[in-house]
C-alpha cells in the first residue's frame, strides 16, 4: 500500500515539473488560418411567393362567400314559397361548401408555401462524371 502511495506522490511530482500549454512558447502559436467561405447558390422563391399569396387570397375569399351563403340563408328562412326556399336552402350549401372548400385550399397553399420557402432544399442535379482513375461512370448526386 505505501509503495503505491510513494509511485503516486512520485508521478503527480514529475507530472508537475512538465510546464502548462499556456506556457508553451509562443513561436508555436501562430494566427488561425482563415478559411474562405463559398457563396451559397442564389435560388429563386417565386413559386413560393406565389403560393403564399394565393393561399392568403383564397383564405380571404373564402370570408366573402361565407357572407355570401348567409345572406342566401337569410332570405331562405323568409321565403314562404316551397320551390324558392329549397332553391335558396341548395344555394346555401353550394355557398357554403364553396367556403369551406376555399379555405382549406387557401391553408394549404399557404403550407405550401412555407414548406417551399424555408424548408425545401432542392437537391443538386445528377451528373455523370468520366474520369481518369475512377469507375467507368461515377454518377453523383
Do not use: K
Request: charged content about 15%; aromatic content about 10%.
Amino acid at each position: 500500500m505505501m509503495r503505491a502511495v510513494a509511485m503516486l506522490t512520485a508521478a503527480g511530482f514529475l507530472l508537475s515539473l512538465r510546464p502548462p500549454a499556456a506556457c508553451a512558447a509562443a513561436a508555436t502559436a501562430g494566427p488561425f488560418e482563415t478559411v474562405p467561405i463559398g457563396a451559397a447558390p442564389r435560388t429563386s422563391h417565386r413559386w413560393a411567393y406565389v403560393s403564399l399569396a394565393a393561399g392568403a387570397g383564397l383564405a380571404g375569399l373564402s370570408f366573402a362567400i361565407t357572407a355570401r351563403a348567409n345572406r342566401t340563408y337569410d332570405e331562405y328562412l323568409q321565403a314562404t314559397d316551397p320551390a324558392e326556399a329549397t332553391r335558396l336552402y341548395d344555394r346555401t350549401v353550394h355557398f357554403d361548401r364553396l367556403a369551406g372548400a376555399s379555405l382549406l385550399g387557401g391553408e394549404a397553399l399557404v403550407a405550401f408555401g412555407v414548406w417551399l420557402r424555408f424548408l425545401h432544399r432542392p437537391a443538386r442535379p445528377a451528373t455523370i462524371s468520366l474520369g481518369p482513375g475512377r469507375c467507368a461512370v461515377s454518377l453523383r448526386f
